[in-house]
């Protein structure tokens, strides 16, 4: 059990019979009544994300969540398989358990696999990625001082804002967090 006063962002936790990360979390204090913690959780399982509040000192079950390392083979149908790089061992995980991480996923990458109790939850990016231009229109000089941005699809099918000066064939860091371009790789 974790009391949600020692809330981290990060903490998995049973709640209502699901599988919750904490993404955000606040102590309230107000001048009258008792203080809470309102948190923002994401559903393990299903990927949605709820807002909570919760008394202080209430206590929770913390989930033990195993993360393992894979590597991401290919795309079959709508299975998506992954192979343990350490074991060998393949897995593979429905469309619908990853559809945002896609975004990102290529041939090769490692990436973290989470499984509550062997039930696999779903997968875990790096904070940043590095992906290829595939198209964009082609800056014209002089638009690099505007400090404007135009969209540039990534070759996962990703599309993103991109500063003028950004051309087909660039290599970007990409925010795996909210879909953000953060740089030029080199």
Do not use: C
Not at 76 to 98: R, S, V
């Amino acid at each position: 059990m974790i009391s949600v006063n020692d809330f981290k962002t990060g903490v998995t936790i049973e709640v209502d019979g699901g599988i919750w990360r904490v993404m955000e979390f606040q102590h309230v204090k107000p001048g009258k009544g008792a203080a809470f913690v309102r948190s923002k959780l994401r559903n393990l399982r299903t990927g949605s994300v709820t807002e909570k509040t919760f008394r202080a000192g209430e206590k929770v079950a913390k989930a033990q969540i195993d993360n393992n390392k894979m590597q991401y083979l290919y795309a079959n149908g709508d299975m998506h398989a992954f192979m343990d790089t350490e074991t060998y061992e393949q897995i593979e995980l429905p469309e619908k358990n990853i559809e945002y991480e896609l975004k990102f996923l290529q041939e090769n990458m490692e990436v973290q696999v989470i499984q509550f109790q062997g039930e696999v939850l779903g997968v875990e990016l790096p904070n940043t990625v590095v992906l290829e231009v595939a198209e964009t229109d082609p800056g014209i000089k002089g638009d690099t001082a505007s400090g404007g941005s135009k969209p540039a699809k990534l070759t996962t099918g990703l599309t993103v804002q991109v500063p003028f000066f950004i051309n087909e064939g660039d290599h970007l860091i990409i925010n795996t967090t909210d879909s953000s371009y953060v740089s030029r790789a080199q």
